[in-house]
Nanobody, 126 residues
Framework: QVQLEESGGGLVQPGDSLRISCTVSGRTFSRDTVAWFRQAPGKEREFVAA????????YYADSVKGRFTISRDNAKSTVYLQMNSLKPEDTAVYYC???????????????????WGQGTQVTVSS
């Protein structure tokens, strides 16, 4: 059974940093494309960042480029999202997702991913 467990969310002030994690079990993580999406109240789920398969190259939404960094530790089957210079508009539930069969053009779309975590709340407020 595949399980994804996120952790590390919380309440921070604008300009602060936060790192969230997602640990994956039940599959060969090292070959997967791993991604973070987020969903704010009343909005659709949107792409944040991804690492495509084992190639290592990362991709980001324009809204987070230069502030967020996605990384993976295959030995720990864990994917991280380091978030710096947080803004109130970053407030959302953050979800990790993995999939072993998608192609590069599909990484931006939530429907492409078969496995999801339960989400972790990140709130940026003064």
């Amino acid at each position: 059974q595949v399980q994804l467990e996120e952790s590390g969310g919380g309440l921070v002030q604008p300009g602060d940093s936060l790192r969230i994690s997602c640990t994956v079990s039940g599959r060969t993580f090292s070959r997967d494309t791993v991604a973070w999406f987020r969903q704010a109240p009343g909005k659709e789920r949107e792409f944040v960042a991804a690492i495509f398969r084992s190639y290592g190259r990362s991709y980001y939404a324009d809204s987070v480029k230069g502030r967020f960094t996605i990384s993976r530790d295959n030995a720990k089957s864990t994917v991280y999202l380091q978030m710096n210079s947080l803004k109130p508009e970053d407030t959302a539930v953050y979800y990790c997702a993995v999939d072993g069969s998608i192609i590069l053009s599909q990484i931006w779309t939530s429907d492409s991913y078969d496995y999801w975590g339960q989400g972790t709340q990140v709130t940026v407020s003064s």
